[in-house]
């Protein structure tokens, strides 16, 4: 399958300190915590290693191991970082002629400080990324069986409308991450697209970063009705998602996206596992168990997995199970890339793991 990937290109610095150098502190009634550094001290780090990253680069190289003929377009300085993520995308075989270059800023990068729970705190500079126009993004790249949308950055999300009425008016299948900033930023822009988009993927706070614009419009409609033990839903179900000062249950959140026009919305809720919708059903998957070494990527990889299979045809229950699992295989390792599997070892995962990703169904109705 061919696939073009567009977002953020970005050279990551990762620095992994053990817990007893740098102090953790937890909200006691938000889900939030904090790294406290100490002003003016020397911390020794385990490791500090450089890798090559950036939402659409750790999407396009999941989607070349997967078996699909990739292109990423993706801005970029005329620097040494630029030259080391090119080498990177050419060794995973992904065709690099769409990425331009920026002549009056350098190549995004990052630094990662992972510690305690290893959900990294990062430091971003976004660099070229955000000087991506609709101008830099060819039209007949637009044209592949799958177009993702990974994060846009700040003035890039200007180009964000023309890539999914474009890529949808050309039949392709069209999945969308847009960061939190973008939602943020230009929420109602973002909504109005919703109509040309198959497969919208979120984690829990971007899904938040929506809730004020959506129930206003649609109201908080909708329950569960038959599935697998209604009594006993996962925890979004029960909770459901709070942002801009509103309340929204996870029904009427799902229901109002797939009534924008969407055709399926997955949310992302970190270890307690993913959901995804379609009208009238909605999936949950628990998170595969691992041992975590840094959580940074894996919301690339489960997004890039379940977009590749649902755009081949799979049904939600299939492509849950693969995205699910590769995304477990990815925090095992400290960068976003090292731990993206082949299309086979996946299935070799997913059949030795099937019993843990047990994926539950339930009907919804307004």
Not at 216 to 236: H, I, T, Y
Not at 330 to 344: C, E, F, K, N, P
Request: aromatic share 4%; glycine share 10%.
């Amino acid at each position: 399958m061919k696939a073009t990937v567009i977002g953020g290109a970005m050279i990551d610095t990762i620095a992994i300190i053990d817990s007893d150098r740098i102090e953790k502190m937890s909200m006691a009634n938000a889900d939030s915590t904090f790294l406290l550094l100490e002003a003016g001290r020397k911390i020794d780090a385990r490791e500090v290693s450089t890798h090559t990253g950036g939402g659409a680069v750790n999407v396009a190289v999941a989607l070349a191991r997967l078996g699909n003929e990739v292109t990423i377009i993706a801005k970029v300085g005329r620097d040494e970082r630029a030259a080391m993520i090119s080498a990177r995308l050419a060794s995973e075989g992904i065709s690099t002629d769409a990425i331009c270059s920026a002549d009056d800023q350098p190549t995004g990068a990052s630094v990662l400080i992972a510690s305690h729970d290893k959900d990294a705190a990062i430091f971003t500079y976004r660099g070229a990324n955000v000087t991506l126009t609709a101008a830099d993004i060819p039209s007949a790249r637009l044209a592949s069986s799958l177009v993702y949308v990974a994060p846009l950055s700040d003035n890039a999300a200007e180009a964000y409308a023309f890539i999914v009425e474009t890529a949808k008016s050309n039949g392709a299948f069209v999945a969308v991450n847009p960061g939190i900033r973008q939602i943020s930023a230009r929420g109602q822009k973002f909504r109005d697209t919703l109509s040309f988009v198959d497969l919208l993927i979120l984690n829990r706070k971007e899904a938040e970063g929506l809730v004020p614009l959506l129930v206003a419009e649609f109201g908080d409609q909708g329950k569960l009705a038959d599935g697998s033990d209604v009594q006993n839903p996962p925890r979004l179900f029960l909770s459901g998602l709070s942002g801009g000062g509103y309340d929204f249950s996870l029904v009427g959140f799902l229901s109002a996206i797939t009534r924008a026009g969407t055709k399926a919305i997955a949310i992302t809720d970190s270890s307690r596992g993913s959901y995804v919708a379609t009208p009238g059903n909605v999936w949950h998957c628990p998170a595969a168990a691992r041992t975590v070494a840094g959580t940074a990527g894996a919301g690339d990889a489960f997004g890039a997995t379940l977009a590749c299979e649902l755009a081949r045809g799979a049904g939600v229950e299939d492509a849950l199970r693969p995205a699910t699992s590769n995304a477990a295989s990815v925090v095992g390792h400290v960068d976003t890339q090292t731990g993206l599997q082949s299309r086979a070892a996946l299935a070799a995962a997913v059949a030795a793991d099937r019993k843990n990703l047990e994926v539950r169904h339930w009907t919804m109705t307004l």
